[in-house]
C-alpha cells in the first residue's frame, strides 16, 4: 500500500524513493509484524484466555512434563496472522501476483486450522476437524493456488522442476507439476504442524526457512543476481521478500510468548498457515527441493511419524517411544529445553546448507 502511495512522489521527495526497493520495504514488513505482536500480542493473549477457560486439550499419553501446561491458551497462530497480513498489505507491491497467492494460501491454512482447533477446545479433546475432510480441503485450497501460479509464470518456468545443483536443467513436469506442487505445500503445512509440539520448537525453524526463502526470493526476483549466481530467474518473485520479513517479524514477535513455559500456543491456526506460506513461496521461486533441506528438520519429523504408524501396523512394535521425533527425545530424558535449543541448531544448520547450493551449481 505504501509503494503505490509514496513511491510515485519520489522525484519530488527523496525520502519516498526508499519505497522502491524491496530490501527496505522488507525491513518495513519486519519490524511492523514485530511491533504488531509487541503491543497487541498480551490483549490477543487476554482475550483468548477468557474464551478458553480451560486452555488447549493435553494428551494423557504424552510426556508426563506436558501435563503442567494445562490451562495454557491456544489459537496463538491468530497472532501471527494478523502480523503477518497487515504488515504485507502495508509494505508490499499490491499489483503484484504472487503475494497475493502465498496471502490466499496462508489465510486458507489458517482457517482450517482455526476450525481444527475450535474443535478440540468445543470437544475437549486433541481430535478435530477429520482428518480426510482437512486433507480434502487443504488440497483444494493448494490446487487453486497452483493453477493461479501457473497462469502467472513465464511459460518455460511455469510446471518446471529446478534442480539445486543443476544450473541449466529443469524438467518439466507439464499438469503433473500440479499435483507434486500440491504435495509440497500440503506436506509443508502438516509436517510444519507435527513439529509444532514443544514450545518455541517449530517457530524458530520456521523462521530460518523465512529468512532464508526471503533471501533466495529477492535473488531469484533480480536479473542481474540470478544470472550471476545462474539460478532461474522468476520476474516478480522479489516481492515474496517482502512477505517472508513480515513472516519472521512475526515468528520473532510471537516466541517473545511462545518462549518457555508459553502463555500461548500456535496452535493448528499458525502451524497450518506457515507451514502453506513457506510451502507455496518454495512452488513460487521454484526452490522446492532447497525447501526439503532448508527445512529438513520437518522433513525428518514426518518421517518418524511414518515409520513409527507403519511399523507399529505392520509389526505391532513401535521404532520410537512417542513420534513425533521430538516426543522420542523427551522420553529418553532430555529436557524440553534441550530438545528445542538442540533442534533450533540443526535447522540454523540446514539453513546454512540450503543457502550453500546457490553457489553449488
Given at each position: 500500500?505504501?509503494?503505490?502511495?509514496?513511491?510515485?512522489?519520489?522525484?519530488?521527495?527523496?525520502?519516498?524513493?526508499?519505497?522502491?526497493y524491496i530490501t527496505f520495504r522488507t525491513g518495513g514488513a519486519l519490524f511492523t509484524s514485530l511491533l504488531i505482536c509487541f503491543v497487541f500480542g498480551p490483549r490477543i493473549i487476554s482475550w483468548l484466555r477468557r474464551q478458553q477457560s480451560e486452555g488447549?486439550?493435553?494428551?494423557?499419553d504424552g510426556p508426563e512434563t506436558h501435563l503442567k501446561k494445562r490451562g495454557t491458551p491456544t489459537m496463538g497462530g491468530l497472532m501471527i496472522l494478523i502480523a503477518v497480513i497487515v504488515s504485507t498489505l502495508l509494505w508490499v507491491d499490491l499489483a503484484n501476483a504472487y503475494t497475493w497467492i502465498v496471502l490466499f494460501v496462508t489465510l486458507g491454512f489458517g482457517l482450517i486450522?482455526?476450525?481444527?482447533?475450535?474443535?478440540?477446545?468445543?470437544?475437549?479433546?486433541?481430535?478435530?476437524?477429520?482428518?480426510?475432510i482437512r486433507l480434502l480441503i487443504q488440497v483444494v485450497i493448494a490446487v487453486i493456488a497452483i493453477v493461479a501460479i501457473i497462469c502467472?509464470?513465464?511459460?518455460?518456468?511455469?510446471?518446471?522442476?529446478?534442480?539445486?545443483?543443476?544450473?541449466?536443467?529443469?524438467l518439466q513436469l507439464g499438469w503433473f507439476f500440479v499435483a507434486f506442487a500440491t504435495f509440497v505445500i500440503v506436506g509443508a503445512s502438516n509436517a510444519v504442524n507435527l513439529?509444532?509440539?514443544?514450545?518455541g520448537l517449530a517457530t524458530v525453524p520456521v523462521l530460518i526457512v523465512a529468512l532464508c526463502f526471503g533471501m533466495i526470493s529477492y535473488l531469484v526476483g533480480n536479473l542481474v543476481f540470478a544470472n550471476y549466481l545462474q539460478i532461474h530467474h522468476v520476474p516478480g518473485a522479489g516481492e515474496l521478500a517482502v512477505f517472508c520479513g513480515a513472516l519472521v517479524g512475526a515468528c520473532l514477535g510471537f516466541l517473545w510468548y511462545n518462549a518457555p513455559p508459553a502463555q500461548v500456543f500456535m496452535g493448528d491456526t499458525g502451524s497450518l498457515a506457515l507451514g502453506s506460506a513457506i510451502g507455496t513461496i518454495s512452488v513460487i521461486i521454484k526452490h522446492e527441493l532447497v525447501l526439503a533441506i532448508i527445512g529438513g528438520l520437518f522433513v525428518v519429523e514426518t518421517v518418524s511419524v511414518i515409520i513409527q504408524v507403519a511399523s507399529f501396523k505392520l509389526t505391532g512394535k513401535r521404532v520410537f517411544k512417542m513420534a513425533p521425533l521430538h516426543h522420542h527425545f523427551e522420553k529418553l530424558g532430555w529436557s524440553e529445553p534441550t530438545v528445542v535449543i538442540r533442534?533450533?541448531?540443526?535447522?540454523?544448520?540446514?539453513g546454512l546448507i540450503g543457502l550453500a547450493t546457490l553457489k553449488l551449481r
Open positions: 500500500m505504501l509503494y503505490q502511495i509514496l513511491s510515485p512522489f519520489a522525484h519530488d521527495f527523496i525520502l519516498f524513493n526508499l519505497f522502491r488447549q486439550p493435553i494428551r494423557n486450522g482455526f476450525i481444527d482447533d475450535y474443535q478440540k477446545l468445543t470437544r475437549r479433546s486433541h481430535h478435530g476437524l477429520p482428518g480426510k502467472v509464470t513465464p511459460r518455460d518456468q511455469a510446471t518446471a522442476l529446478v534442480f539445486p545443483f543443476a544450473k541449466d536443467f529443469a513439529t509444532d509440539g514443544l514450545d533442534f533450533w541448531i540443526i535447522s540454523c544448520i540446514l
